[in-house]
């Protein structure tokens, strides 16, 4: 059974442009999150989608957006890029309603210059 | 309230030993208590979960020790190896949001 795919893998994009991350779940995982990591935060939470609406969100700007497709795939949207969102971008998934047990993708490693 | 505290932040041991890391929370409705843990360049993934009926959690090497009335769970490593080495995340959640709440991380190396 395939893991969480993340894609692409390493992004590198400069201040002011906005990137795309694409997370394919977990075949027959209907819960898709998202995460942040940096050194310094930990993992924070972005926003949860579960059958297409987004049933969480974290305390992130609204330059971070989300949105899952009838497949399950989610994509995630940041919008004028900062140097402070250079981290490790997560991508979880969940079997059904009750997210708690969470399978994690390698990431995508954003670096903002 | 909806913080959970993890400590220490970083964490030595030979190899062998025990590595003991803790978490406390405040919210009395967590009722789901799991450990990640996450090598470098990988996300982090599930090793072990508890929730409060129990006070205690074994599977292998690993140990979850619970403690309702002091608002505490820790994970314990016995016979710590070198393949141990990882960050070690614990989270809380309750069952009226399912949104879990993550500590700070625990680097944990294992020294041969």
């Known amino acids: 059974k395939a893991g969480v795919t993340q894609t692409p893998r390493y992004l590198i994009k400069t201040r002011g442009q906005q990137v795309t991350l694409s997370c394919s779940p977990i075949s027959g995982h209907r819960s898709v999150s998202w995460y942040q990591q940096t050194p310094g935060q930990g993992l924070q939470f972005l926003f949860e989608?579960?059958?297409?609406?987004?049933?969480n969100k974290g305390n992130f700007p609204g330059r971070f957006s989300g949105r899952q497709f009838s497949n399950s795939r989610s994509e995630m949207n940041v919008s004028t890029l900062e140097l402070g969102d250079s981290a490790l971008y997560l991508c979880?998934?969940?079997?059904?309603?009750?997210?708690?047990?969470?399978?994690f993708g390698s990431g995508t490693q954003l670096s903002v210059l | 309230q909806q913080q959970v505290k993890q400590s220490p932040q970083s964490l030595i041991v030979q190899k062998g030993g025990i590595s003991i890391i803790n978490c406390a929370y405040e919210?009395?409705?967590?009722?789901?208590f799991p450990w990640y843990q996450q090598f470098p360049g990988k996300g982090p993934a599930l090793l072990i979960a508890?929730?409060?009926d129990v006070s205690e959690k074994k599977e292998g090497r690993f140990t979850i020790s619970f403690n309702k009335s002091a608002k505490q769970f820790s994970l314990h490593i016995m016979d710590s190896q070198p393949g141990d080495s990882a960050t070690y995340f614990c989270?809380?959640?309750?069952?009226?949001?399912?949104?879990?709440?993550w500590g700070a991380g625990t680097k944990l190396i294992i020294k041969p």
């Open positions: 979880a998934s969940s079997l059904d309603r009750e997210g708690e047990k969470l399978f």
């Open positions: 919210n009395t409705a967590f009722d789901y």
């Open positions: 508890i929730r409060p």
């Open positions: 989608y579960f059958s297409e609406t987004q049933r």
């Open positions: 989270a809380a959640s309750s069952g009226s949001n399912y949104q879990l709440i």
